[in-house]
């Protein structure tokens, strides 16, 4: 059987990536043949008992330091990893991740948390065969984040994303020359634009593997 792929998507909140990664899994399980009934959405943080803890300081129920909570991530990615990530990869599937290592190594770092620190960390993850960084406005992602609740989470605030938002590139750019699979999408347009770029990346991806 072939391996699997690891499909991220990541970008500040309220960039969309939620969204996108739903409409990403439901497009192939409905459009790939080869991959009917082997597309796994999973998200970090998990629903399992240490992505409920982040859930909780995200919410501002519980205060802990900035690299705690990097731990905290980490430590939940590695449970992610061994539990759904290595095992499904190894069954053939087309995995999407709605966030990953990048959301941590952006936000932690505008947190003031070492980047180098942080890459080792989370050394131990498998790397996404791609990784679509979903791009857009502070201004616009905060209008639709309040647009969707009544109350901002931890990070939320527009002076921070926008230092967030900066990582996320910068850094994006800096895996990207380690190697890694990395394009820049923009969500500041229709959804349907952009999940047909992100779309046609992923059909770019999957093509590769038989040129490889």
């Known amino acids: ?26 497009w192939a399980e409905r459009e790939l ?56 990869l190894a069954e053939g599937c087309l995995i999407i991740c709605d966030r990953y290592y990048l959301s941590s190594y952006a936000y932690q770092s505008a947190a003031s948390v070492d980047l180098e620190w942080l890459m080792q960390l989370n050394s131990k993850c498998p790397r996404p065969d791609l990784t679509v960084l979903l791009d857009a406005p502070v201004e ?8 969707g609740r009544e109350h901002l989470e931890l990070f939320e605030e527009a002076s921070f994303l926008k230092e967030v938002r900066r990582k996320f590139l910068e850094i994006a750019s800096k895996l990207e020359r380690e190697g890694e699979r990395v394009v820049v999408v923009r969500t500041d347009r229709p959804f349907e634009e952009a999940h047909e770029e992100i779309v046609r990346h992923v059909v770019k991806l999957l093509a590769s593997r038989g040129q490889e």
């Open 1 to 26: 059987m072939k391996k699997g792929w690891l499909v991220v998507l990541e970008g500040i909140d309220g960039v969309g990536h939620s969204a996108h990664a739903s409409e990403l899994a439901n």
């Open 33 to 88: 043949a080869d991959y009917r009934g082997r597309v796994v959405l999973t998200r970090e943080p998990t629903d399992g008992p240490i992505g409920a803890l982040i859930r909780s300081v995200l919410r501002k129920e519980l205060e802990v330091g900035p690299e705690t909570l990097a731990l905290l991530f980490a430590a939940d990615r590695m449970e992610h990893v061994r539990q759904v990530i290595r095992p499904k």
């Open 140 to 147: 616009v992602c905060l209008s639709r984040i309040r647009e």
